[in-house]
Structure formats: C-alpha cells, structure tokens
C-alpha cells in the first residue's frame, strides 16, 4: 500500500454520517472531524438550536453539514429525519451513535441510595444510553442493509469494562451497548452483508458539563476524592479531551478497518489496564 492509498481511506468526501448527540461535546468533536475529512455530517439532536450552534462555530468544512432534529426514544421522530435525510443526501453511509448521558436522580451519594433511586430515573438513564443506541440502528440499519453495506459506531464507556461506584443505571446500560454492538455486528455481517460493520468506542474519563463537579470543586477548582482517585488509576495522569477520541474514531469508520467488527475500543489512558498494584 503507498501512501496516496493510506490518505485515501481517511478522504469520506461524497460519503455521509449520521451523528446522534452531535449537538454534545463529544458527538459535536465527531461531526466537525468527519466534516473535516470531506464527508456530509449530518447533526441530529432532540433539540435543534445546539447541533445549529455546533455547526455555525465549525467554518468553512459547515458546508457539509447538516442539523436535523430527532429523538433518539421515538422511533417515528427517527424515521421523519431519515426522510428528510434521505432527500437531502440520497442515503447514509455510517451512523455514530453518541446520544447518551446519566442523571443526578439516577446516581446515589449520601444523600440517595441505590433503594431509594426514582424509577423513573433509572428508566430514563437505561432507556437513552441503550434503547437509543438500538433505535437509531433499527432505523439507519435497515437503510444500509438496503444498500449493502455500511458502518455504525456506537459509544460505550469504561463503566461498562469497570462499574463505577454510584452510577448503576449508565454502568449497565454501556454494559448492555458492549453486548448488543458484538450482536449486531454478527447479525449485520451473516444475516444480511459482510460490508455492514458494527464497533463502538469505549470513552475513559473525560472532562465535560455533565461530570465537571463531581471531578473538580466547584468553588476550587481542585480534584474531588473521586476525581483524584480516577487520575491515580489513569497511568497518563489525566483526563481525556474529545480530540483524543477522534484518530480511534476516523479509523473505525474508515476502510483502513475493512475487517474489523465486533469490537469495543478504550479510549482511556491506560485506566483498563491499571491494576493498581
């Protein structure tokens, strides 16, 4: 292979990707790459004005890119922005499914514990990590099986290698992401072609909104017990920034991993591989 093939596999110019979250940090990091590398990045999140936002702040690569609202818990939603996917680019070629997150309700403390954690809580938690992830691939799955080939790249997390004290509803439902992504990419592969592809990214600690203060002080801005006790057991002494995320990413939606399905990648620093002694 020369080097004009290897640049090649990461040219996605004409191809189309669909990211879900991609009004978040790291859905948003995702879309711009692939925005980037030539591709049409298509943004879908339930709430319009973010993925619109993203796209305003990218530049010049905006021109490629495209936000449409859905939601991820509504299959019927799902389909309406396939169809107005579809008129607009003709089809999808790979489906990054980043839709995901936990809630304050759904994760114990001293002041909550795991007996008394709302069900509704822990349904909404399990519900947008799991069940959104297989929606979106029910529907744009079944549009890549039409045409014979494609690729979807789901986001697990450390969690589901390592459950996290606290958090038993996200840990669960990335250790259900794990399982249904090497389902998936077995059903796709026999069932209907061997160019369906089905991986996912298995994200380590990375600073965002949404875990800010339960890592750093509010006040301080120094680590929390639980985020110093996370650094201590990352042998690269640090957090993750979502552009550490995308050199895994690109790879596993480009053909330079034309024969890799099946798999779950960390993305964490070495924290899978610490044990501590």
Same mark, same amino acid.
């Given at each position: 292979?020369?080097?004009?093939?290897?640049?090649?596999?990461?040219?996605?110019?004409?191809?189309?990707?669909?990211?879900?979250?991609?009004?978040?940090?790291?859905?948003?990091?995702?879309?711009?790459?692939? @925005?980037?590398?030539?591709?049409?990045?298509?943004?879908?999140?339930?709430?319009?004005?973010?993925?619109?936002?993203?796209?305003?702040? +990218?530049?010049? =690569?905006?021109?490629?890119?495209?936000?449409?609202?859905?939601?991820?818990?509504?299959?019927?939603?799902?389909?309406?922005?396939?169809?107005?996917?579809?008129?607009?680019?003709?089809?999808?070629?790979?489906?990054?499914?980043?839709?995901?997150?936990?809630?304050?309700?759904?994760?114990?403390?001293?002041?909550?514990?795991?007996? =008394?954690?709302?069900?509704?809580?822990?349904?909404?938690?399990?519900?947008?990590?799991?069940?959104? +992830?297989?929606?979106?691939?029910?529907?744009?799955?079944?549009?890549?099986?039409?045409?014979?080939?494609?690729?979807?790249?789901?986001?697990?997390?450390?969690?589901?290698?390592?459950?996290?004290?606290?958090?038993?509803?996200?840990?669960?439902?990335?250790?259900?992401?794990?399982?249904?992504?090497?389902?998936?990419?077995?059903?796709?592969?026999?069932?209907?072609?061997?160019?369906?592809?089905?991986?996912?990214?298995?994200?380590?600690?990375?600073?965002?909104?949404?875990?800010?203060?339960?890592?750093?002080?509010?006040? +301080?801005?120094?680590?929390?017990?639980?985020?110093?006790?996370?650094? =201590?057991?990352?042998?690269?002494?640090?957090?993750?920034?979502? @552009?550490?995320?995308?050199?895994?990413?690109?790879?596993?939606?480009?053909?330079?991993?034309?024969?890799?399905?099946?798999?779950?990648?960390?993305? =964490?620093?070495?924290?899978?591989?610490?044990?501590?002694?």
């Amino acid at each position: 292979m020369n080097l004009d093939d290897l640049n090649a596999m990461y040219d996605f110019t004409g191809r189309t990707f669909l990211v879900t979250g991609g009004g978040g940090v790291l859905g948003g990091e995702v879309a711009r790459a692939l @925005a980037g590398c030539g591709a049409n990045v298509v943004v879908l999140d339930r709430h319009v004005a973010p993925a619109q936002g993203l796209i305003e702040r +990218t530049g010049p =690569d905006s021109t490629r890119m495209y936000a449409v609202g859905g939601d991820v818990l509504d299959i019927t939603s799902l389909r309406q922005a396939a169809a107005r996917i579809g008129e607009r680019f003709g089809r999808i070629d790979g489906l990054v499914n980043a839709a995901g997150g936990n809630k304050p309700a759904a994760t114990s403390g001293p002041d909550l514990s795991l007996f =008394d954690l709302p069900e509704d809580a822990l349904r909404y938690v399990f519900d947008l990590n799991l069940i959104g +992830t297989i929606l979106p691939c029910q529907v744009f799955g079944r549009q890549m099986v039409e045409q014979g080939e494609g690729v979807i790249l789901n986001f697990s997390s450390m969690n589901a290698f390592r459950p996290l004290t606290r958090v038993a509803a996200y840990s669960v439902a990335k250790a259900g992401i794990n399982n249904f992504t090497q389902w998936l990419a077995v059903h796709m592969a026999q069932t209907y072609s061997p160019n369906i592809r089905v991986n996912a990214v298995a994200p380590g600690f990375f600073m965002g909104q949404q875990n800010r203060y339960l890592l750093t002080d509010r006040e +301080t801005g120094e680590l929390t017990p639980r985020g110093r006790t996370i650094i =201590d057991h990352t042998p690269m002494r640090r957090f993750g920034t979502p @552009a550490d995320l995308l050199g895994t990413v690109l790879w596993l939606l480009s053909p330079a991993s034309a024969f890799v399905t099946g798999i779950v990648v960390p993305v =964490d620093g070495g924290f899978s591989a610490f044990s501590g002694v």
